[in-house]
């Protein structure tokens, strides 16, 4: 009965988006007309019913409803609860799901709240969420139904994927889709504005926290997932560049660029073209990596089913979006006028530049994901890694960051070298210290030695904006700023101190052997099997201990799960403030011993709170910039009432 | 950008820059993708046309049945590794994935060394039922079934 209803919902929700999309139609050529008043109640009615259908499915997964084929075949009775609900996503159909209940949210908390762009400019861009929701409804309800009935009820699931088994499941995957799939009002904001010819800075205004919302969540799901990936497959690795991580990182890199040309266009009418561009992109990306993830021509622990059917479907999808996106940006972008000039050395001039880098970065990432598919089709197999990505991607982002130190010193329109001076001097001055400091004392490669340099000038750099102003009464949206950008290098201090100053050991341990792995000695007291409610395992009792410090434990474990019958490595982490002991156990050796694999891996930790630093700034600028608008409106209003008192005085 | 310029002509400039960096990015890429991407071998192509000693590369194939054994030191692992046309030793000094075992498919990621034994940095075994490394899943179907026959017996 759950599921029914939720399936019903759902096929209400398509045919709303479809009455939707015809009244968006109507609207942008007359926004009085009658069915164009039910565009806004059609988007946020559509969200409720989503709301439903998602809940509907969390609650078949709770109650383990092994008639539905979606639990039977991706749940279990004996999981954890908190297994059961977020295994709910944990496969391809749930996922789908997901994303279209977050686009449905989206679409609906826009046509809700957003009152302050022409209503035709509303009417088109609503269209748009529409028409783009619309594919994505046809999408889930003809090839991955969730809420499919079997005849006949099993008497048990086939249990979940241990890999995704752990907490990380229950916060990667939504704050990833709420940032991957919120970019798509992004997207329809773009096409909007461009169908109705309103590309202002009223316009950018609009947009911006919408997309710093979607950016927020995509930075914190992003993060998320790398840190579980880096403690749950056993690498010791924390960035693969495996094609499905680009596929997240892609939207990232686009939406990035998109707030900083956004604010531009916001600040000073420039960049029109090319924010419009960039709207576009950023949601075609997240099309695009749901297309690589989900069609199955990649192989990862994300791909859940291989179905042609269902690739050629998204594909199809992909391409009538995006090609109807730049269709329409290509007949109006000669529309848009041109913005306002700026000179070379101005905060302009040096977004201009963090955009070219960031674009370049996102075409350099695109290709290399992509060139495996490509040579495939000429059967030539390769495999793009680290020695394409880091080297390449450096090469861009590297000088990106020296003008990330420069850009918010600089004053709109045009500026003088000798005003930034100082500050941009201490800054480099401190980067290039540590250069000659690491160089003299340790043996780094040149990647790892330029970005500890570079993050240390970076950080000085990012809080020199507040130089000379009152702290407190800077405006939050700076203090954002200074935070997401002080968060970059944080991130990029983490990343090259850990490549810099990891070490590892591989060893074949008796029970009381000790081991030895930079500052700390790790001592084998026993290895005992110990079992879980869907598990048993081999757990290794190690005593660690930093230089002189107390004993503290770590207990690495090699899991057999029974249902699926599976095996994983759980690696025991002990934090320090200044970084991690990174300890798995291996399989036995034929003499007894067990393989233990330790790393020492310092500052590592610091990526990701670098991560949800740059989150964080993203937060303090939204809430800054939203209450900047309650002030500008509860102003207007004010002003409205007196010029009305005024009036009546008058009379 | 001198303040002579007129809009139209600072859009102009923009976008010759932004292009010319893209086109930039594009070229180098396209360079670095054709000197860096690892190429993907299975055991005949090494038999019959070599790769440089120290480049990176993949191997995939099948894990022969009776040749995976522990060095002394408990931590290198040798097995030989065949597509039923040829076979190729590998040495691996590390954890063992999970479901790496005798007769099932492997890819391994290093290179090969001076005396045709292929040190490998990295093994993907399958993560599990669904998750296999592409480029085996291609090779199962046509001749790797056999070969598995084959070292079975």
New interface residues.
């Given amino acids: 009965m759950i599921a029914e209803i939720g399936l019903i919902a759902l096929w209400l929700s398509a045919a709303l988006a479809a009455l939707q999309l015809l009244g968006a139609v109507a609207g942008v050529r007359d926004d009085k007309s009658d069915i164009a008043a039910l565009v806004r109640p059609a988007a946020s009615l559509q969200a409720l019913l989503c709301a439903i259908a998602f809940v509907a499915l969390l609650w078949v997964f709770a109650i383990t409803d092994l008639s539905v084929k979606l639990v039977a075949s991706n749940s279990h009775s004996l999981k954890p609860m908190i297994f059961k609900l977020s295994g709910a996503w944990g496969n391809h159909e749930g996922s789908m799901l997901l994303w279209i209940t977050v686009m449905a949210v989206a679409g609906g908390a826009i046509a809700l709240l957003e009152r302050r762009l022409p209503e035709k400019t509303m009417m088109a861009t609503l269209g748009a969420q529409a028409f783009v929701g619309l594919g994505f409804y046809a999408f889930l309800l003809l090839s991955s139904n969730p809420f499919e009935r079997l005849v006949e009820t099993p008497i048990e699931g086939n249990g979940l994927?241990?890999?995704l088994q752990d907490i990380g499941l229950a916060f990667h995957p939504p704050t990833l889709y709420i940032g991957y799939v919120g970019l798509s009002v992004a997207f329809s904001f773009a096409v909007g504005a461009l169908l109705t010819k309103q590309v202002t800075p009223e316009f950018a205004r609009v947009m911006r926290p919408w997309v710093l919302a979607a950016w927020i969540f995509l930075t914190i799901g992003i993060t998320a997932g790398s840190y579980w990936a880096y403690y749950e497959l056993?690498?010791g690795g924390w960035w693969f560049w495996d094609p499905v991580e680009n596929a997240s990182l892609m939207p990232w890199l686009a939406a990035t660029a998109l707030l900083h040309s956004a604010s531009v266009l916001a600040a000073r009418d420039a960049?029109r073209t090319?924010t419009i561009m960039l709207g576009v992109i950023a949601f075609s990306m997240s099309m695009l990596g749901t297309f690589l993830v989900r069609s199955g021509i990649?192989?990862?622990?994300h791909?859940?089913?291989?179905d042609p059917e269902r690739g050629s479907f998204i594909l199809g999808l992909l391409i009538l979006y995006i090609g109807g996106a730049l269709a329409v940006f290509a007949l109006r972008a000669n529309t848009v006028a041109?913005?306002?000039?700026?000179?070379?050395l101005s905060r302009e001039g040096a977004l201009?530049v963090n955009?070219?880098?960031l674009?370049?970065?996102l075409?350099?990432v695109l290709?290399?994901t992509l060139?495996?598919l490509l040579?495939?089709a000429f059967d030539?197999?390769?495999?793009?890694?680290p020695?394409?990505f880091n080297?390449?991607g450096a090469?861009?982002f590297l000088p990106m960051l020296l003008v990330m130190m420069v850009g918010p010193l600089l004053r709109w329109r045009?500026d003088s070298p000798g005003r930034i001076q100082l500050p941009v001097m201490i800054a480099l001055g401190a980067g290039f210290a540590t250069l000659v400091l690491v160089f003299l004392f340790a043996d780094v490669t040149i990647l790892p030695w330029l970005g500890l340099g570079l993050s240390i000038a970076v950080g000085i750099a990012s809080f020199m904006p507040m130089r000379g102003r009152s702290l407190r009464r800077a405006p939050l949206s700076t203090w954002g700023m200074c935070v997401a950008h002080f968060g970059v290098a944080v991130a990029l201090f983490g990343m090259s101190a850990d490549s810099a100053f990891q070490q590892e050991r591989?060893?074949?341990a008796d029970v009381g052997d000790v081991v030895e792995v930079g500052p700390w000695t790790a001592t084998l007291d026993a290895v005992a099997p110990v079992a879980g409610p869907n598990w048993t395992a081999m757990q290794a009792n190690i005593r660690v201990r930093h230089g002189d410090g107390r004993d503290r434990p770590a207990k690495p474990q090699?899991r057999s799960f029974w249902s699926?019958a599976?095996?994983?490595?759980e690696v025991a982490l002990v934090t320090r403030w200044n970084g991690q002991l990174y300890v798995?156990?291996?399989?036995q050796?034929?003499?007894g011993?067990w393989?233990l694999?330790l790393w020492w891996k310092p500052f590592v930790t610091f990526i990701w709170y670098g991560g949800l630093l740059i989150a964080f700034g993203g937060a303090l600028s939204l809430v800054g910039r939203l209450a900047t608008d309650l002030r500008r409106r509860e102003a207007v209003r004010k002003g409205n009432e007196r010029r009305q008192d005024m009036a009546e005085l008058h009379a | 950008?001198k303040?002579g310029?007129?809009?139209?002509h600072?859009?102009l400039v923009?976008i010759s820059?932004?292009l010319i960096?893209?086109v930039?990015?594009?070229l180098?890429?396209?360079y670095?993708?054709r000197n860096?991407?690892?190429?993907?071998y299975v055991p005949a192509d090494i038999e019959s046309d070599p790769p440089q000693v120290g480049q990176?590369i993949?191997l995939g194939g099948m894990v022969e049945v009776g040749s995976i054994n522990?060095a002394t030191?408990?931590?290198t692992t040798n097995f030989i590794v065949q597509d039923g046309i040829a076979r190729v030793p590998v040495q691996f000094?590390?954890?063992?994935p999970?479901?790496f075992v005798e007769g099932s498919g492997v890819v391994a990621e290093g290179r090969m060394e001076d005396g045709g034994t292929f040190v490998a940095d990295?093994l993907l075994a399958k993560?599990?039922?669904?998750?296999?490394?592409?480029?085996l899943?291609g090779m199962e179907t046509a001749q790797m079934r056999e070969a598995l026959e084959a070292s079975v017996e």
């Fill in positions: 994927n241990p890999l056993g690498w960049l090319w990649l192989t990862s622990v791909a859940f089913a291989v041109e913005g306002k000039r700026f000179a070379l201009v955009n070219i880098a674009s370049a970065i075409g350099i290709l290399g060139y495996p040579t495939e030539v197999r390769v495999s793009v890694g020695p394409y080297p390449v090469i861009f045009m591989l060893v074949a090699s699926p599976q095996e994983t490595s798995a156990v291996g399989n050796a034929p003499d011993r393989q694999r | 950008m303040s310029l007129k809009p139209k600072q859009r923009l820059i932004a960096a893209l930039g990015a594009a180098l890429a396209a670095a993708l860096q991407a690892s190429y993907f990176a993949r522990t030191d408990g931590i000094a590390g954890i063992l999970d479901l990295n993560h599990d039922e669904n998750y296999m490394p592409k480029e899943e």
